[in-house]
């Protein structure tokens, strides 16, 4: 997979990386994070209270489904962890938008064999015209930025960094 990241010269998980993330990759150091497979908001907060740089929800191979996803992005929205969604693969059009749509920071596509595939997976997280991802309003991702058309500008503006 980071063979066909690098080949398109961009990240498939647009999140933005934590300031100690940052500190991590420019020194060499680690950045800790976990994957959690269950569905209980209450776990993800413990996840996301305890100082890990990164957490993983699996909508993949988990109990996360997208209908608990809400919850998960929720209770953890306050805390620094970056919180990534494993999606099902390239072709879950639908699950990168909900997870992005909900507030992840970014997600995780397996199971990509290809140019193709990767590209697939870029273009379904890239709002027009570098992608094919749709624009929805109001959502949690938009609140970030505030309220209003403003904040909806600010929020297009800067997606597709």
């Known amino acids: 997979m980071i063979g066909a990241q690098q080949q398109l010269g961009r990240s498939i998980a647009p999140a933005r990386p934590s300031r100690r993330s940052m500190r991590c990759a420019a020194t060499g150091n680690t950045a800790y994070g976990i994957f959690v497979c269950s569905a209980s908001p209450a776990v993800a907060e413990g996840v996301a209270s305890s100082g890990l740089d990164w957490m993983c929800l699996d909508a993949q191979h988990g109990a996360v489904t ?3 996803l ?3 992005l929720c209770a953890t ?7 990534i969604v494993r999606v099902a693969g390239p072709w879950d059009r639908a699950g990168m938008q909900q997870a992005l749509d909900l507030g992840a920071d970014g997600v995780m596509v397996p199971l990509v064999e290809c140019r193709a595939d990767a ?4 273009s379904s997280c890239l709002f027009p ?7 929805a309003y109001p959502v949690r991702a938009v609140y970030r930025k ?6 909806l500008a600010r929020y297009l503006q800067d997606a597709n960094k």
Request: aromatic share 6%; no cysteine.
């Open 66 to 68: 997208y209908e608990t």
């Open 70 to 72: 809400n919850h998960l």
């Open 77 to 83: 929205s306050s805390y620094n962890t970056k919180r």
């Open 119 to 122: 590209q697939q997976a870029v």
């Open 129 to 135: 015209p570098a992608g094919q991802r749709s624009v």
């Open 146 to 151: 505030g309220v209003g058309a403003p904040a």
